[in-house]
């Protein structure tokens, strides 16, 4: 029997980072001495509290189904949130938690878009946007940035981007890849072009928590049009370090939420019942953790901005959120190294993964050319070790 596979599941490519990820841990399973600059996951461990809530929630025998879209507790916690850090108010009907961020956004495309709808996506982006865009039968439309204006789009440019297809702007911020942050100025602009034309941004703020100047603003808060358009989209892995227990969560108006929920009530039903009780602790406790990490980031961001910024051949500019660095390699491609041209960024982290044990994501997968994203989610000594080699290769000493 020949195996067939649908066209939608052929046009969908895996995961880059975490493709890189997987191979990261083997080798290091295996034994070999790599440094790894890949997936975005904070190194920290998940804080004490957030633990005990969930051996205590093992314990009290929390382990059976709970409501589709997540307890009522967790919501009543999400709410509070919303309330504490945005001053934005939103009741239970508007709250879906999720197995984690991926699967919220998921959810939101699913519910949001009709085949064909257009849905604009501000370039570079996270890898998994368009992907998962196409699985929700959407087309996505990318709206290009470059360095020199820090990635960022002007209002012009959303402007013109949009079609009668548009069904909604995606708006990562903090920005994975480049670490980049919408000022308040910039989020008012984008608020009023998406009310005129009466379309969803789906406001990604997954590193809302790690932002290291300037403040960040949910879109939402910019008035009751802007809000009833607004789906945000976060979760606990990067605040509280729970990459593995899969919790995400969306707000978002009580039609959309709806929907969302039933799609989730079929797919999966409800995320895990534990990790669910551990994050009412991580929203509800102690937040102290947020701020060690922060401090800790701001460290190696800026040890990182400067050693980069001191190696000839490659620079960055400096983020002011996230845990990414945006690396531009441009002068390294097109010309010989160890008697090989490399013409892509691709192409170029893999021979310094062969050559000097150090893995990076290349930028082709986040839409853009001759740039590298390395994490600094990662100890300073790796850092220290990572860049010796890197400034190693350069220099054509291995
Ligand atoms: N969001 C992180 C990253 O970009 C984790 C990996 C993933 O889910 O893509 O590295």
């Known amino acids: 029997m020949q195996t067939y596979i649908s066209e939608m599941a052929r046009s969908i490519s895996p995961s880059p980072t975490l493709a890189l990820d997987a191979k990261y841990k083997q080798m ?47 919501k009543k916690a999400i709410c509070e949130k919303f309330k504490r850090d945005h001053g934005l108010e939103y009741g239970i009907e508007n709250i879906v938690v999720s197995n984690g961020g991926k699967h919220s956004l998921t959810n939101v495309f699913m519910a949001i878009c009709e085949e064909g709808d257009e849905v604009i996506i501000p370039a570079p982006f996270w890898v998994s946007y368009p992907e998962m865009v196409k699985m929700a039968g959407g087309v996505p439309k990318f709206l290009n940035t470059a360095e020199e204006n820090n990635f960022k789009f002007s209002p012009e440019e959303l402007e013109a981007a949009i079609t009668s297809k548009t069904r909604a702007l995606v708006l990562n911020t903090p920005s994975n890849p480049t670490g980049m942050v919408y000022s308040e100025e910039d989020l008012k602009k984008i608020a009023e072009i998406a009310v005129k034309h009466g379309i969803y941004v789906v406001m990604d703020e997954i590193y809302e928590q790690l932002v290291y100047e300037g403040q960040h603003k949910n879109i939402a808060t910019f008035g009751e049009e802007i809000k009833n358009l607004t789906i945000t989209v976060n979760g606990m892995a990067k605040a509280y ?65 400067e050693r980069i910024n001191s190696i000839d051949g490659i620079s960055c500019k400096k983020p002011n959120g996230a845990f990414y660095i945006f690396m531009n390699v441009k002068e390294l491609l097109g010309t010989e190294h160890y008697g090989k041209v490399f013409n892509s960024a691709a192409e170029l982290c893999d021979d310094i993964l062969d050559r000097a044990l150090v893995a990076m994501v290349p930028s082709e997968g986040f839409g ?31």
Do not use: C
């Open 28 to 74: 290091k399973k295996d034994g070999i001495p790599v440094v790894g600059f890949g997936a975005g996951e904070p190194d920290f461990d998940t804080p004490d509290n957030i633990k005990q809530a969930a051996i205590k929630a093992i314990e009290n025998n929390v382990t059976k189904y709970t409501p589709a879209s997540g307890t009522v507790e967790l």
């Open 368 to 398: 853009i050319d001759g740039y590298v994203r390395l994490s600094y989610a990662t100890s300073m000594e790796n850092i220290k070790e990572g860049l010796d080699r890197i400034e190693k290769y350069i220099r054509h000493e291995y």
């Open 241 to 305: 370090a729970m990459t593995g227990w899969r919790i995400g969560f969306t707000a978002s108006n009580a039609a959309v939420a709806k929907a969302m929920s039933n799609i989730q009530s079929h797919a999966t039903s409800n995320p895990n019942s534990i990790a669910q009780a551990a994050s009412v602790e991580a929203l509800l406790g102690d937040q102290s953790s947020i701020g060690v990490m922060r401090k800790e980031y701001i460290k190696r961001r800026d040890y990182m901005v």
